[in-house]
C-alpha cells in the first residue's frame, strides 16, 4: 500500500510517499479485519483504557502515518480529552518522552506497528503483554487498528486528490476513492476550528 510518486506542477516535481489504499478489494480487506477484531475485545471493559491514552495511541499511529485529516481530528479530541498542546505535537513526530511514563511502552509499540503495516515483532508483543496484560494489550491494539484504518483511507482521498496514479490504474484507484471518500469527509468535519501545525504536510491541505 505505500507508493512514491512524482508527479508534475508548476513547480517541477514533488514526492508522494505515504500509504493508501490501491485497490477496493484492500478496503475491504482492513474493514472485514477490523470487524474480527473488535470480536476479540467485546468482552473487556473499554475502560481499561483511559480516553487521553487512547488519544496517544492514535496519534502515535497518525504521526507515522502522516494523515492530516486524523492529525487535525485527534488534535481536537486529544484537547478535549486533557492532553496538552506540546505533548500532541510531539506525539505526531514520534517523540513520547513528554508522555505519561506508564504509557510510553505503549506508544513505542504503536509507533512500532505502524512502521510495520500491523505486523510487529514477536518479542515487541511479548513485551507489550508482559507489561500491561492480555487484555489491555488487546484493546491498545484495537485502537491502533482503527486509527490505521482512519489514516489509510484519508490518505487516499489525498493521494486521489494530488492526481497519483497508482499501478493498480485508474478505474480501481477511482472505485476505492468513492469508498472511502465519505469516512475522509466524516473525518475531516468538526475540525476547522484546529489552526496549529499538527502533520508533516498539513501546510498543503488547510
Given at each position: 500500500m505505500t507508493g512514491l510518486f512524482m508527479l508534475q506542477n508548476g513547480?517541477?516535481?514533488i514526492n508522494f510517499k505515504k500509504r493508501y489504499f490501491k485497490t477496493p478489494y484492500e478496503f475491504f480487506k482492513i474493514?472485514?479485519?477490523n470487524f474480527i477484531y473488535a470480536k476479540k475485545i467485546k468482552n473487556i471493559d473499554k475502560k481499561i483504557i483511559t480516553p487521553d491514552f487512547a488519544e496517544r495511541i492514535m496519534l502515535a499511529v497518525t504521526g507515522v502515518n502522516d494523515c492530516v485529516y486524523c492529525s487535525y481530528r485527534h488534535t481536537k479530541t486529544a484537547l478535549e480529552k486533557g492532553v496538552k498542546l506540546k505533548e500532541i505535537q510531539d506525539l505526531l513526530k514520534s517523540e513520547f518522552g513528554d508522555s505519561p511514563e506508564e504509557q510510553q511502552v505503549a506508544?513505542?509499540?504503536a509507533q512500532h506497528w505502524?512502521?510495520?503495516a500491523g505486523t510487529p515483532d514477536k518479542n515487541m508483543?511479548?513485551?507489550m503483554i508482559e507489561y500491561y496484560g492480555i487484555q489491555k494489550t488487546k484493546y491498545i491494539e484495537f485502537y491502533m487498528h482503527i486509527v490505521y484504518m482512519g489514516n489509510i483511507i484519508s490518505n487516499t482521498v489525498e493521494a486521489y486528490k494530488r492526481k497519483v496514479?497508482?499501478?493498480s490504474g485508474r478505474i480501481n484507484f477511482f472505485l476505492v476513492y468513492l469508498?472511502?471518500?465519505p469516512i475522509a469527509f466524516f473525518i475531516k468535519s468538526g475540525t476547522k476550528d484546529v489552526k496549529i501545525v499538527t502533520s508533516k504536510s498539513d501546510s498543503h491541505h488547510r
Open positions: 513547480m517541477g516535481k474493514i472485514k479485519n506508544l513505542l509499540y505502524t512502521e510495520y508483543r511479548k513485551k496514479v497508482p499501478d469508498l472511502c471518500a
